[in-house]
């Protein structure tokens, strides 16, 4: 019987040959008060989550404008821009130093959104995965240990779409920050090495086009740029 060959989905580290085997992706929900208010809360809910699967990730090397295909099965398409966190170390109900201690390190990352169908599934109380967790539908930089970074708490994440400035926020102002966030995720699941944490996007999301180029950044990380096609 000839099986089938799968592919682990693996991540370049920056500046070394080796590269970071991919587990799970796992997304907050909501996590910048601004952005919160945008779409419809208070801005201190608790925390919840969603995942992306592995092969949603979507390469963008350093110093590379990648070319970034618009999904199908959409009108409306908007960039969410983020810090991701990798974890080296796993664990169930970790407390706020095991989770420290679990980072390995960040990247840079967009949580692309297929906005239409999210609103489509969310109006009939269904599930939104068709939303979220899309082909390509989670570009991400290259990976940075923490310790080259230190533990990032603060610093600017912006986007900019074709040179205009569209999402900027500071770590600072997450409700809940990286560490709690990897708490209350190990309350729910069993946390291991090779899970990445889309950690939340600051307000701003917008709808992108063909042809329109995206450029973001964070504080020690790799930036990213994409066009999209």
Not at 107 to 118: E, I, N, V
Request: glycine share 10%; hydrophobic share 40%.
């Amino acid at each position: 019987m000839n099986l089938p060959i799968v592919t682990p989905t693996t991540l370049p580290i920056h500046h070394a040959t080796d590269r970071f085997a991919v587990r799970r992706v796992y997304c907050v929900g909501r996590n910048y008060a601004d952005h919160a208010i945008e779409m419809g809360d208070t801005g201190r809910e608790p925390p919840f989550f969603f995942m992306k699967p592995a092969d949603a990730l979507f390469e963008v090397a350093e110093g590379v404008e990648a070319q970034w295909p618009y999904p199908v099965a959409t009108e409306d398409c908007h960039h969410e821009v983020e810090l991701v966190v990798a974890l080296g170390k796993g664990g169930s109900n970790l407390s706020l130093d095991e989770a420290r201690s679990a980072i390995w390190g960040y990247a840079l990352g967009l949580d692309m959104t297929r906005r239409d169908r999210q609103a489509e599934m969310k109006k009939g109380s269904k599930p939104w995965e068709i939303g979220k967790a899309f082909d390509h539908g989670a570009p991400i930089g290259p990976l940075v240990s923490i310790a080259q970074t230190g533990e990032l708490t603060q610093g600017e994440v912006s986007l900019k779409v074709n040179g205009q400035t569209r999402q900027k926020g500071d770590l600072r102002q997450l409700i809940w920050s990286t560490n709690e966030v990897i708490c209350e995720l190990s309350k729910a699941w069993r946390l291991a090495p090779g899970d990445l944490i889309y950690t939340g996007t600051p307000a701003g999301v917008a709808a992108i086009s063909r042809g329109d180029v995206l450029e973001a950044s964070a504080p020690n990380l790799p930036g990213l740029r994409l066009r999209v096609v």
